[in-house]
């Protein structure tokens, strides 16, 4: 379904407009409120991922951006390091430039998608 349709993405941190204003010093601390939206184009629609991504938070207000990350074949060291946890390589890879923490699959997923 999601090589025809693309990928679609929620999520949020509070709710911007249910989020109570803050009045302690304790909870000046929490993270900013903020609803994000993400679709991933299918790969039949273009031949590059582009994410489309809208952003509400009580502070910035309403953000949109389009993204078109750098698609990494699944047969590449970062993609078999992140499906074992090999941290170390990952790190070595992010460090060395042959790879950075947006590179994407086809569907959109980051290294992090696929070692979680």
Request: charge should be positive; include cysteine; glycine fraction near 8%.
């Amino acid at each position: 379904m999601r090589s025809a349709l693309g990928g679609l993405f929620v999520g949020y941190t509070g709710i911007p407009v249910f989020t109570p204003p803050c009045s302690e010093a304790s909870c000046k601390q929490r993270s900013t409120p903020f609803i994000e939206v993400t679709y991933c184009f299918p790969g039949w629609f273009v031949s590059r991922v582009w994410s489309l991504n809208f952003r509400i938070s009580a502070i910035g207000g309403p953000e949109l951006n389009l993204r078109m990350p750098r698609m990494v074949n699944w047969s590449t060291p970062l993609w078999k390091a992140s499906v074992v946890g090999d941290i170390s390589t990952i790190q070595r890879l992010f460090a060395s430039g042959k790879a950075s923490p947006l590179d994407v699959n086809v569907y959109g997923q980051t290294a992090l998608h696929v070692s979680a």
